[in-house]
């Protein structure tokens, strides 16, 4: 049976960093390496009030990076995160951290005026309603983490995709299944709670433009424990090769 390898942060020497200084730099630096664009201004500066002319594309074709080298330079975009997490566990400031305190304070308020993280979120209010002594020592953000996972299986994330946030939640301790929830066997009836509290009327989730009610949110929270336990088991077996 062929075994397909976790997409997760290289094991080699790390790459270049990206420059860390500014919040700017560090989205752009990440988006860049999603879309294969660079994260530096290609044109020439022009005289005020002039337009700069537009690029030729005779003979050209657009050039996509293949699925592996993509993931590879978002692995990479994630490097200053995982840097930023080590420096706070020693209780260190550092450039990175800086950094991501930064993106998270700024993407933190774009979410919440862009539909308020919409699933993620709703699905962290549903968590909050189970009565589990464990799971309510688990921090917001911890949470959300796993409504993050849950709203990539509603928007019918493909496995590469998943795998690249569960690497990066995974890398940095974040909760990837009902066991790091502190839940390792929730019953149906506490599972249908969380997606009742999470469909409310209220709630953030219909800011998503795909279909929703009760059932779809209850086997999309069963959907998103099993796509963490099936990267672990990968990431197992990965390692005794």
Not at 28 to 54: D, L, V
Not at 93 to 105: D, K, Q, R
Not at 128 to 137: D, F, M, P, Q
Request: net charge positive; aromatic share 4%.
């Amino acid at each position: 049976m062929m075994i397909v390898k976790p997409t997760s942060a290289p094991t080699s020497s790390p790459p270049a960093a990206a420059p860390v200084s500014r919040t700017g730099s560090v989205l752009s630096y990440a988006m860049a390496a999603a879309g294969g664009t660079s994260s530096q201004p290609t044109s020439t500066p022009q005289p005020h009030g002039k337009k700069a002319p537009a690029p030729s594309t005779a003979g050209k074709s657009k050039k996509t990076k293949p699925p592996a080298t993509r993931l590879a330079a978002l692995a990479a975009g994630c490097q200053p995160t995982v840097q930023a997490v080590e420096a706070n566990r020693k209780h260190a400031i550092t450039p990175a951290l800086e950094a991501v305190v930064e993106a998270n304070t700024l993407l933190s308020g774009l979410g919440f005026e862009s539909g308020g993280v919409a699933a993620a979120h709703a699905i962290h209010n549903g968590l909050t309603a189970v009565n589990n002594s464990i799971l309510h020592t688990k921090l917001h953000g911890e949470k959300v983490a796993f409504g993050v996972i849950c709203q990539l299986i509603l928007d019918g994330a493909p496995t590469s995709e998943l795998d690249r946030y569960i690497g990066l939640m995974h890398s940095v301790g974040l909760p990837i299944t009902f066991a790091d929830l502190g839940i390792p066997k929730p019953t149906e009836e506490e599972l249908r709670l969380i997606a009742k509290v999470a469909c409310l009327p209220h709630e953030t989730i219909w800011a998503l433009d795909i279909p929703i009610n009760e059932d779809i949110v209850y086997n999309t929270i069963i959907g998103a424990d099993a796509a963490g336990c099936d990267y672990l088991k990968r990431m197992q077996r990965y390692s005794k090769l």
